[in-house]
């Protein structure tokens, strides 16, 4: 059967759900590859016109002939479906019942693990799904695809104008790539050199189609131009929007740095304050700061030196009075003590411990009992002849003694 428009409707009208249906018009619409661009148009017309079942097989079609291509390197249908099915898929997925949802995420499922399509293809197909599961049923999804194509969090508001001009950017990207590899191929084909010149007729309608093709390749990449200069443009204006908060959070930012300081240094400022036992206890009232003159006075842990209790070389209290000092003949003073002593009793002066320097301080104790006892020095040599009825009379000293003395 030759290739015409009416052939290739007449096959899909009869496609029907079983294996060998499916593959039997895949393997026609495969032999007429050079068609594929119209066979592809041809299929989404005939998908938007059928039931929701037919428009499964439909879907059953395209995975069949993808696959094949795939698999054959054959690119002419990947090209020729990528700008459409999306559009095909979501149609066919919007009137399904959930049964026929389940299969068609199968199917969608299938290209993914298997690159049917490229991925910005395979990720436009998965949202146009995800999107319809969202408005159905308080955005329930449906099925099998609910968990495995999320497409992840709905887009902030503030990105929500840039999503419409990306994905025209998208198929517009997707539709140009798929042409101009036509219309180059078409284009070194006509302007080959070591091609066979063919009769001026047919090389007339060979550049005619050359044209043809390369003014609709022409469309794609403006229509591409196009999308992509409406989203610059939203995404500028976002820019400028973003360069305004920017400026206002790091005023804020300023400000709150130097606040902060601020509280560190008054909070460095009160903490030494307490390490100096300045603040007093009422920390919830105002805490009040007192000079250390007022503090308690507390007793000191370390014991006062031995001179505070004994003390020696202080002069004595006021309130008594030096005992007077008889120099003792028998004391064997020094010999600048015993002069000055001399001198002193000669003169008529009284002698006192407090006169002579040879001597240390008496303690208070001391000089009263030297008071009581009549006076005189604590280290005053007796005489033994003089000192007791034991030792009256001569004292007589052995010969030995004497001449040791003598």
């Known amino acids: 059967m030759a290739y015409t428009d009416d052939a290739v409707k007449a096959k899909l009208s009869a496609l029907n759900e079983t294996q060998d249906g499916i593959m039997g018009v895949a393997q026609w619409v495969m032999?007429?590859?050079?068609?594929?661009?119209?066979?592809?148009?041809?299929?989404?017309?005939?998908?938007?016109?059928?039931?929701?079942?037919?428009?499964?097989?439909?879907?059953?079609?395209?995975?069949?002939?993808?696959?094949?291509?795939?698999?054959?390197?054959?690119?002419?249908?990947?090209?020729?479906?990528?700008?459409?099915?999306?559009?095909?898929?979501?149609?066919?997925?919007?009137?399904?019942?959930?049964?026929?949802?389940?299969?068609?995420?199968?199917v969608v499922e299938v290209w993914r693990q298997r690159n049917v399509f490229d991925l910005p293809v395979q990720e436009s197909i998965e949202k146009g799904l995800d999107e319809i599961d969202k408005t159905r049923q308080g955005g329930k999804k449906g099925g099998l695809g609910g968990s495995l194509f999320s497409s992840g969090p709905t887009a902030p508001t503030e990105l929500q104008p840039l999503i419409a001009p990306q994905n025209d950017l998208t198929k517009a990207e997707i539709a140009y790539r798929s042409v101009i590899e036509t219309a180059n191929a078409e284009y070194d084909r006509v302007t080959n050199p070591d091609a066979k010149a063919p009769t001026p007729p047919v090389h007339a309608h060979q550049l005619s189609n050359v044209l043809k093709t390369l003014a609709n390749a022409e469309g794609a990449v403006a229509q591409s131009i196009k999308c992509r200069r409406t989203l610059i443009?939203?995404?500028?204006?976002?820019?400028?929007?973003?360069?305004?908060?920017?400026?206002?959070?790091?005023?804020?930012?300023?400000?709150?740095?130097?606040?902060?300081?601020?509280?560190?240094?008054?909070?460095?400022?009160?903490?030494?304050?307490?390490?100096?036992?300045?603040?007093?206890?009422?920390?919830?009232?105002?805490?009040?700061?007192?000079?250390?003159?007022?503090?308690?006075?507390?007793?000191?842990?370390?014991?006062?030196?031995?001179?505070?209790?004994?003390?020696?070389?202080?002069?004595?209290?006021?309130?008594?009075?030096?005992?007077?000092?008889?120099?003792?003949?028998?004391?064997?003073?020094?010999?600048?003590?015993?002069?000055e002593l001399d001198g002193m009793a000669d003169a008529g002066q009284p002698v006192s411990h407090e006169s002579n320097p040879g001597f240390g301080t008496v303690p208070s104790s001391l000089k009263r009992q030297m008071s009581e006892e009549g006076g005189g020095l604590p280290f005053k040599r007796r005489s033994l002849k003089n000192d007791g009825p034991e030792f009256a009379g001569e004292v007589t000293l052995d010969a030995d003694v004497a001449d040791m003395l003598g």
């Open 31 to 106: 032999f007429h590859r050079r068609h594929a661009d119209r066979t592809a148009q041809l299929w989404l017309q005939r998908l938007k016109d059928s039931t929701a079942t037919k428009r499964l097989n439909l879907i059953y079609l395209a995975n069949e002939i993808a696959q094949q291509s795939r698999v054959r390197k054959k690119m002419e249908f990947i090209s020729a479906f990528s700008p459409i099915v999306a559009e095909g898929t979501t149609t066919a997925y919007r009137s399904a019942t959930q049964e026929l949802q389940q299969k068609i995420r199968r």
């Open 233 to 339: 443009e939203g995404l500028e204006k976002l820019l400028a929007t973003n360069r305004t908060a920017l400026s206002t959070e790091e005023t804020y930012h300023y400000e709150l740095s130097s606040k902060k300081t601020t509280i560190e240094a008054k909070k460095r400022e009160v903490e030494d304050g307490i390490m100096r036992g300045l603040t007093s206890g009422h920390a919830g009232n105002g805490a009040a700061y007192e000079d250390e003159t007022n503090r308690p006075d507390v007793e000191q842990l370390t014991p006062p030196p031995v001179e505070s209790l004994t003390p020696t070389g202080s002069p004595p209290p006021q309130d008594q009075a030096a005992a007077p000092v008889e120099a003792d003949a028998s004391y064997d003073y020094p010999p600048q003590t015993r002069a």
